[in-house]
């Protein structure tokens, strides 16, 4: 296994939960969660992708994995209890889902990747959130989680193309910075990928809001376009 970015205090708390070197996806079967996915289980860990019905995460997790890369499909409750949770939901499913989740994720980085974006006579416009941000309301949701938001501008389909390093920069937003230091290790596992603490979990908006620029980009130049800062140099 590659250097493992899921520390073994982070295991499970349940008798289902899985053990330290796992990484589940909770909504694992969309595009992000699949990309994601081939990505971490590529680089040696064991991947439970999750979903509201096991026979499609099973189907889903077959058509990902190959030697050598092992995937899992499992219920969303089971893909949190794995090490490391990354929350890979659309943005509106994220209240009705989490809640019940809670107790198996206390203690545990929580990665919210959502972005509160919709689209209005085809333009992608960013929603306002109560809490502040996606990320700020997956914390909510989840009280003892130690949530980091990362990979709202990650394009799923380049994930895919698992020949092809990324060249994009992971914004990291938290207030714990060892739990960002997790999603760190685990966001450079992707070749191309550099992590960079972008601060508080407060700014996870400015993040999560960035992303209907790069969705308009996208469209005007039929592209799948990530983030580069310059001038950060490390
Ligand atoms: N796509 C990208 O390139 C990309 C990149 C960066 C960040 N993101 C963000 O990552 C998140 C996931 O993106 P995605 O494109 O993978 O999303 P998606 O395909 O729309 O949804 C992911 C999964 O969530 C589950 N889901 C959908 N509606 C649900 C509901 N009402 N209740 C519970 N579960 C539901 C579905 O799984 P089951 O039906 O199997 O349960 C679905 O496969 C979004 O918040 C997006 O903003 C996306």
Do not use: W
């Not at 992000?32 to 096991?54: I, K, M, N, W, Y």
């Not at 499909?73 to 939901?89: E, I």
Request: glycine fraction near 12%; proline fraction near 8%.
């Amino acid at each position: 296994m590659s250097s493992d970015p899921v520390p073994a205090a982070g295991a499970g708390n349940g008798p289902d939960d899985q053990p330290a070197a796992t990484i589940g996806l909770v909504g694992g079967t969309g595009p992000l969660g699949r990309g994601l996915a081939v990505r971490f289980a590529g680089a040696g860990h064991r991947v439970l992708l999750g979903s509201r019905d096991e026979a499609r995460a099973a189907d889903v997790a077959a058509r990902l994995s190959q030697p050598g890369r092992d995937v899992a499909g499992v219920t969303n409750a089971q893909a949190a209890g794995a090490a490391v949770v990354l929350v890979t939901l659309p943005y509106a499913a994220q209240r009705p889902t989490l809640p019940p989740l809670a107790d198996r994720v206390a203690g545990k980085v929580v990665v919210s990747c959502a972005n509160p974006v919709a689209f209005v006579d085809g333009v992608p416009r960013p929603l306002r959130v109560d809490a502040g941000s996606a990320a700020q309301e997956c914390a909510q949701l989840l009280p003892g989680a130690r949530v980091v938001g990362a990979f709202q501008h990650v394009p799923a389909a380049r994930l895919r193309r698992v020949e092809e390093p990324l060249g994009c920069d992971v914004l990291l937003t938290g207030d714990d910075d060892d739990a960002k230091a997790v999603v760190a290790t685990l966001a450079e596992l992707v070749p191309g990928v550099r992590a960079l603490d972008a601060g508080p979990l407060r700014l996870a908006g400015a993040v999560e809001d960035m992303t209907a620029v790069l969705l308009s980009v996208n469209r005007r130049y039929s592209a799948h376009t990530g983030l580069r800062l310059e001038g950060v140099t490390r």
